[in-house]
Nanobody
Framework: QVQLADSGGDSVEAGGSLRLSCAASAPSYSSYCMAWYRQAPGKEREGVAAIDSDGSTSYADSVKGRFTIAKDNAKKTLYLQMNSLKPEDTAMYYC?????????????????????WGQGTQVTVSS
């Protein structure tokens, strides 16, 4: 059984930084495709970034160059470093665990790939 607990959300001013964390309880954690999603009020949940079992990463265009996804397999923890935050980054952020075989090529952003979700952590960016 995979359990995810995300944390680190806060209220910051535009231009600021935050680091989100997601502690996992999962056998074979290092093999999973892991991702961060976000959902703003009234909008669909969207993929932000993903990291594969080999450490390769993928990002949504809206966060490229500002956000960095990383994981520590020994600690079974996923991270999202968010820099140069903008008001449009305001959302509930969720970590997600996808296929234990790794991220399917080119479609990491497909929500149905992810069977396990954290409870969410709120990020609010003020202008």
């Amino acid at each position: 059984q995979v359990q995810l607990a995300d944390s680190g959300g806060d209220s910051v001013e535009a231009g600021g930084s935050l680091r989100l964390s997601c502690a996992a309880s999962a056998p074979s954690y290092s093999s999973y495709c892991m991702a961060w999603y976000r959902q703003a009020p009234g909008k669909e949940r969207e993929g932000v970034a993903a990291i594969d079992s080999d450490g390769s990463t993928s990002y949504a265009d809206s966060v490229k160059g500002r956000f960095t996804i990383a994981k520590d397999n020994a600690k079974k923890t996923l991270y999202l470093q968010m820099n140069s935050l903008k008001p449009e980054d305001t959302a509930m952020y969720y970590c997600a665990a996808g296929p234990v075989s790794g991220c399917p090529g080119g479609i990491w952003y497909v929500r149905s790939l992810y069977a396990h979700w954290g409870q969410g952590t709120q990020v609010t960016v003020s202008s």
